[in-house]
């Protein structure tokens, strides 16, 4: 029934580099944010989501019938990233229903060209995706936003049964004796993305004790960020703002990092924080559970903890927010 997942995922890792370039070129003019690198980057992400076992796996907690009276799902897809709302729409089709979806005006190319290749694989399948400007008409609503517009979609889309997504960030936990490679596999974490994603790392928490200066040493071998204009404006502003208002940071001309309580960090920061006791620091993070996608750390400091280097690598199952997406559709 959902074959074409697979083939999808077999046409992703077939596209020619002629394509690529295509694409990618005209992603970038859309939006200097989405940079080739970044864009290949998440596609290599998806092209291992969709192999076989993964697929076959994630799938098999399901059950789909064929038989389904397909319904109407409104998406509000987000944009911060190349394929963001892409899962979204896999599980729309997965589940045997029909999709109305309003894309971020940052993005609006990829989904083009990720349906122009659905369609080719299986016409039924593609032609149960329409974009729209307004989401209307819907049997239910999955939207994706910022904390102050999720206010808006639960208000607005009240009526339908719905998923309402607001802003989260990622945070890692060191233990102030982490390596090298260690440490550049956290610059991935941080970096990856430009720090758009919600499972990018924006604060740190480090022991008492414990200086940031090895994180500094290390992400000074970041320099490509600064050659990006957006992300180096970014930094120059907030760098300014902090001197000029006698704000204590540390600097290595390519990331600032500041001592700060809140967990979302601006663009070009990454916030710190000390904590005294694991255990100490374990209720802090329960407690902020609903602003948190991910903690990369150490298995043994932090059961559960996303390896350094791999928060931007999620499995086809890993939700947004955890919540069900899948679970969600099929008890409609």
Same mark, same amino acid.
């Given at each position: 029934?959902?074959?074409?997942?697979?083939?999808?995922?077999?046409?992703?890792?077939?596209?020619?580099?002629?394509?690529?370039?295509?694409?990618?070129?005209?992603?970038?003019?859309?939006?200097?944010?989405?940079?080739?690198?970044?864009?290949?980057?998440? @596609?290599?992400?998806?092209?291992?989501?969709?192999?076989?076992?993964?697929?076959?796996?994630?799938?098999?907690?399901?059950?789909?019938?064929?038989?389904?009276?397909?319904?109407?799902?409104?998406?509000?897809?987000?944009?911060?990233?190349?394929?963001?709302?892409?899962?979204?729409?896999?599980?729309?089709?997965?589940? =045997?229903?029909?999709?109305?979806?309003?894309?971020?005006?940052?993005?609006?190319?990829?989904?083009?060209?990720?349906?122009?290749?659905?369609?080719?694989?299986?016409?039924?399948?593609?032609?149960?995706?329409?974009?729209?400007?307004?989401?209307?008409?819907?049997?239910?609503?999955?939207?994706? =936003?910022?904390?102050?517009?999720?206010?808006?979609?639960?208000?607005?889309?009240?009526?339908?049964?719905?998923?309402?997504?607001?802003?989260?960030?990622?945070?890692?936990? @060191?233990?102030?004796?982490?390596?090298?490679?260690?440490?550049?596999?956290?610059?991935?974490?941080?970096?990856?993305?430009?720090?758009?994603?919600?499972?990018?790392?924006?604060?740190?928490?480090?022991?008492? =004790?414990?200086?940031?200066?090895?994180?500094?040493?290390?992400?000074?071998?970041?320099?490509?960020?600064?050659?990006?204009?957006?992300?180096?404006?970014?930094?120059?502003?907030?760098?300014?703002?902090?001197?000029?208002?006698?704000?204590?940071?540390?600097?290595?001309?390519?990331?600032?990092?500041? /001592?700060?309580?809140?967990?979302?960090?601006?663009?070009?920061?990454?916030?710190?924080?000390?904590?005294?006791?694991?255990?100490?620091?374990?209720?802090?993070? /329960?407690?902020?559970? /609903?602003?948190?996608?991910?903690?990369?750390?150490?298995?043994?400091?932090?059961?559960?903890?996303?390896?350094?280097?791999?928060?931007?690598?999620?499995?086809?199952?890993?939700?947004?927010? =955890?919540?069900?997406?899948?679970?969600?559709?099929?008890?409609?």
């Amino acid at each position: 029934m959902n074959n074409w997942i697979i083939v999808l995922g077999e046409k992703l890792a077939q596209l020619s580099e002629e394509q690529l370039n295509e694409w990618t070129a005209r992603v970038y003019a859309n939006n200097p944010w989405f940079t080739p690198q970044n864009v290949k980057f998440a @596609l290599d992400s998806w092209i291992k989501m969709l192999e076989p076992a993964s697929v076959n796996e994630w799938l098999s907690h399901y059950t789909i019938s064929a038989s389904v009276h397909p319904k109407t799902i409104g998406l509000v897809m987000a944009g911060n990233i190349p394929f963001a709302g892409f899962h979204d729409v896999l599980c729309v089709l997965a589940a =045997g229903h029909k999709v109305k979806a309003k894309r971020s005006s940052q993005d609006r190319l990829l989904p083009e060209y990720i349906l122009s290749l659905i369609t080719s694989i299986d016409p039924e399948v593609g032609s149960r995706v329409t974009w729209v400007e307004k989401i209307e008409n819907v049997d239910a609503v999955i939207a994706t =936003g910022s904390g102050n517009t999720s206010r808006y979609f639960h208000y607005y889309f009240a009526k339908w049964p719905h998923i309402i997504r607001k802003n989260r960030t990622s945070v890692a936990v @060191l233990s102030g004796k982490e390596t090298d490679d260690e440490l550049r596999a956290l610059g991935k974490d941080v970096f990856t993305y430009f720090g758009l994603g919600c499972r990018n790392v924006s604060k740190l928490f480090i022991p008492e =004790g414990s200086s940031p200066e090895p994180v500094l040493r290390v992400f000074e071998e970041f320099t490509e960020m600064r050659a990006h204009n957006k992300f180096a404006n970014n930094y120059d502003y907030n760098r300014s703002v902090y001197y000029l208002n006698h704000i204590p940071f540390f600097d290595n001309l390519v990331l600032i990092l500041k /001592e700060d309580e809140q967990l979302a960090s601006p663009i070009g920061v990454l916030y710190y924080e000390f904590y005294k006791t694991i255990n100490q620091l374990q209720l802090k993070l /329960e407690a902020e559970r /609903e602003n948190i996608q991910c903690i990369v750390s150490k298995e043994e400091l932090i059961d559960g903890a996303v390896a350094f280097g791999e928060a931007q690598n999620p499995s086809i199952a890993d939700y947004a927010d =955890g919540v069900d997406t899948m679970e969600f559709l099929l008890n409609l």
